[in-house]
């Protein structure tokens, strides 16, 4: 093409300025914002609406001339807020399918650049790749390109019933999110050397549900060899956060006890969908988008039966949880960085009244509980169950991830990210929350109302954000000016804390004994 072309496509085109690339589908205008160039909303698959919707991802159609990609796609269908609104998020829709790309300005085809892809939290209910804190220009600014993408999400992401089990044999079920996450990894490996980027040097990366579906990536047979390195951000790694119900069986386990095709039935009932076969499908495809996502409601009343269900085993796709491949030595050639925050949630997966009352979920162990946790009987009790919780749904699981990948030869690093900034210390006083690592790992920060941010926090987000680059370069986060970070190893149980001073410490786990106790308890049947 030549600059008479652009122009009479895009009025103004300047050809020297402006990023114009060619993909699979057609071509694309991106921003230049100085340093880096940016493309937003780019599709990656058809629209999953109408006949597509709980169908997996189709082709995309096309384009002739060049679009213009400098505005973010709609973000995937969520609930409104507040919590139960009657319609939809404003900036949601069905049509969600679309990815964002920040890279160096000027990078050329054969570049070979690293990639990354971010694979975004919120409980596989909200989110998107759009948000603020996700925008890659510091990765750009190391010599990655940055690639956030949408996935379906709720029941439009999970979702089975008798009827749709039925129809297209030949197609996986239930787990379109993951699906959609697939699709993106496959568009990248087709398109992104057009940006200047290494489809064999691509990690994965992401934060609570994005980090489950990490480890559920690295245990999906088709995700295999779509990427090369993996970080896991609060994504545990064990059963109960991986893979849900199964898509028939009642009754699987302590944790599914109810099969994903009897949450669909029971999802239709609320609207008055009876059956199972053909006609009832029809009747669910034809809800309205708002109907679908339902105010994010999860049951249907009190005490009412669940109609989300989550990630599905659906035997296709999704064959087996990311505990059990590991487990088994089913490791994919792969390097691990993965990791949790210092005091995640403050309850909700273990919860108690009293210290004696949650000791006692440790059955036959409590006083080795009490021990661990409250060595002189003096510690705050809201305390102890943030610990408790942290540790048996991400710290414990993420140790046993490392544990499984080093045990097979590959190398893992992990860390603990306790930092808290001077600003929000009364606040989190139990420590770093969930999804507090976020804005140090992007250097995103941004103060509340427009407040500086301290030079402490801008240099820790410095830090953070050039170790997740060097690992996305070579598989090992270490570099010059840096503190050492430990690959981690079975016998030392290593890793780097981030720490509350602004510190970096490679050093054994202090928590040891806590997770040693949660395995045990895990392993025994205990605080489930």
Not at 11 to 38: A, C, F, M, R
Not at 353 to 369: H, Q, V
């Amino acid at each position: 093409m030549t600059s008479q072309v652009f122009a009479q496509v895009i009025p103004n085109y300047d050809v020297s300025n402006t990023p114009v690339i060619h993909t699979h589908s057609g071509d694309l205008q991106g921003k230049n914002n100085g340093e880096v160039w940016i493309f937003k909303g780019i599709p990656y698959t058809a629209p999953p609406i109408g006949a597509f919707r709980w169908r997996p991802p189709q082709p995309l159609a096309a384009w002739k001339g060049i679009k213009e990609a400098h505005k973010y796609g709609a973000d995937c269908a969520q609930m409104g807020f507040p919590r139960g609104a009657d319609s939809i998020s404003k900036t949601s829709s069905e049509d969600c399918l679309y990815l964002n790309i920040w890279m160096p300005a000027g990078t050329k085809t054969n570049s070979k650049l690293p990639v990354m892809v971010w694979i975004h939290g919120g409980a596989f209910m909200f989110g998107s790749g759009a948000q603020q804190d996700f925008s890659g220009e510091h990765f750009a600014k190391q010599g990655i390109i940055l690639v956030t993408i949408n996935y379906r999400l709720g029941r439009l992401g999970f979702f089975a019933f008798p009827a749709i089990s039925k129809e297209h044999p030949e197609e996986p079920k239930g787990n379109y999110a993951y699906m959609d996450q697939i699709a993106a990894l496959q568009w990248v490996q087709k398109n992104i050397g057009s940006f200047g980027g290494n489809p064999k040097n691509v990690t994965i990366f992401g934060e609570s549900a994005g980090g489950v579906s990490v480890h559920s990536l690295l245990s999906i047979p088709k995700a295999n060899g779509l990427f090369h390195k993996a970080i896991s951000e609060s994504g545990g790694g064990r059963n109960g956060v991986l893979t849900g119900r199964p898509i028939q069986l009642e009754n699987a386990d302590k944790y599914y006890p109810v099969s994903a095709e009897t949450i669909g039935i029971n999802f239709a009932k609320r609207y008055g969908i009876e059956g199972s076969d053909a006609n009832a499908l029809a009747n669910l495809r034809a809800l309205t988008v708002a109907q679908i996502v339902d105010g994010g409601q999860e049951t249907a009343g009190q005490g009412g039966p669940i109609t989300y269900p989550g990630p599905i085993l659906d035997g296709k796709l999704v064959v087996e949880t990311a505990q059990s491949a590991y487990e088994a030595g089913r490791i994919p050639n792969v390097t691990l960085m993965i990791g949790s925050n210092s005091a995640e949630v403050p309850a909700g997966f273990v919860n108690a009244r009293s210290k004696d009352e949650l000791f006692s979920l440790f059955g036959n162990m409590k006083s080795d509980a009490a021990a661990v946790y409250d060595p002189e009987g003096k510690e705050d009790f809201a305390k102890i169950l943030c610990l408790v919780n942290t540790d048996k749904v991400w710290a414990e699981p993420a140790r046993f991830t490392a544990n499984a990948f080093t045990t097979k030869g590959k190398s893992a690093y992990l860390y603990l990210f306790s930092y808290v900034p001077a600003s929000m210390q009364q606040m989190m006083h139990f420590g770093a929350s969930h999804a507090s690592e976020i804005g140090y790992v992007f250097n995103n920060l941004r103060g509340r109302n427009g407040a500086v941010m301290a030079d402490k926090d801008l240099a820790v987000a410095k830090m953070m954000n050039t170790y997740w680059g060097n690992f996305a370069k070579t598989g090992n986060p270490n570099g010059n000016g840096l503190t050492e970070w430990p690959v981690y190893d079975n016998k030392k149980n290593s890793l780097i804390e981030f720490q509350l001073d602004g510190t970096a410490v490679g050093k054994p786990d202090f928590r040891n004994a806590r997770l040693d106790l949660i395995q045990k308890a895990v392993n025994t049947g205990n605080l489930h």
